[in-house]
Nanobody, 116 residues
Framework: QVQLVESGGGLVQAGGSLRLSCAAS????????MGWYRQAPGKQRELVAT???????NYADSVKGRFTISRDSAKNAVYLQMNNLKPEDTATYYC??????????WGQGTQVTVSS
């Protein structure tokens, strides 16, 4: 079993910044990718950003240029630096871990609220 613990959410004014962190522990063997997804009330969960084992990154168009994903492979951790936040970024943010030949793992979610 894999545990993902997220931190760093909170309330911020539009234009502000937050940094999310996620640490993975447990039965971790071969990580294909780690990433962040978000879900706003009444909407489907959507991809925010992912980073592959090789370091390749992928971002949703809505966050390109504002958010940066990074990782610490030694700690099995992934981070999301969020700058110039907008009210439409308000959502619960979930950490995701994809392992080779394993079902995806998800964190419990951390709330990000951006006030206008």
């Amino acid at each position: 079993q894999v545990q993902l613990v997220e931190s760093g959410g909170g309330l911020v004014q539009a234009g502000g910044s937050l940094r999310l962190s996620c640490a993975a522990s447990g039965n971790i063997f071969v990580i294909n990718s780690m990433g962040w997804y978000r879900q706003a009330p009444g909407k489907q969960r959507e991809l925010v950003a992912t980073i592959s084992r090789g370091g390749s990154t992928n971002y949703a168009d809505s966050v390109k240029g504002r958010f940066t994903i990074s990782r610490d492979s030694a700690k099995n951790a992934v981070y999301l630096q969020m700058n110039n936040l907008k009210p439409e970024d308000t959502a619960t943010y979930y950490c995701n871990l994809e392992q080779l030949l394993r079902i995806p793992s998800w964190g419990q979610g951390t709330q990000v609220t951006v006030s206008s």
